[in-house]
């Protein structure tokens, strides 16, 4: 008799700092890490969206991650990146975050995702779910929902 193997699925996150909280991006939407650069303004675009950059020819939209979920903004310091994110349905769109930190792997079993409720807040559905590592907690975001979510005061 053959037993049956109960097969998980790994993922690597890229796990970030925004304020003093860790955060998590599925590997596979990240296309590129750089140090900020000089960005274009956009005119009549939201607050979080700071503007432009070019890299290697290609014009990519910017977005503040800090100012997106709420968070105070904050000069660039040393630590300071643009992670160029690829989503299907949206393209390439740089988020700014406080820094990079690692490349963590995460099966099914260590990660508890979220529930929500239709009367929770906006901002705390930029996270999905939650892993679990071995000292640490790292909340994962939904990149679909930080892309296209409005700003609840925006929508008033």
């Not at 939407?29 to 607050?47: E, K």
């Not at 910017?62 to 643009?82: A, C, P, Y």
């Not at 406080?98 to 990660?111: C, M, Y």
């Amino acid at each position: 008799m053959e037993e049956l193997a109960v097969k998980s699925e790994l993922v690597q996150y890229i796990k970030i700092q925004l304020d003093e909280e860790l955060y998590g991006i599925d590997i596979s939407y990240v296309d590129n890490i750089v140090r900020p650069q000089h960005v274009t303004r956009v005119p009549n675009v939201a607050d979080y969206i700071k503007g432009v950059i070019n890299i290697r020819g290609e014009i990519i939209p910017i977005m503040n991650l800090r100012l997106k979920m709420g968070l105070e903004e904050i000069e660039d310091d040393k630590n300071t990146r643009f992670i160029i994110i690829k989503i299907e349905q949206y393209g390439k769109i740089g988020l700014i975050v406080d820094a990079v930190k690692e490349v963590v792997t995460l099966d099914d079993s260590h990660i508890e995702m979220m529930k929500y409720d239709a009367k929770d807040e906006a901002t705390q559905h930029f996270v999905m779910g939650v892993g679990k590592l071995e000292d640490s907690l790292v909340s994962l975001l939904d990149l679909n929902t930080v892309i296209m979510e409005k700003q609840a005061n925006k929508e008033e």
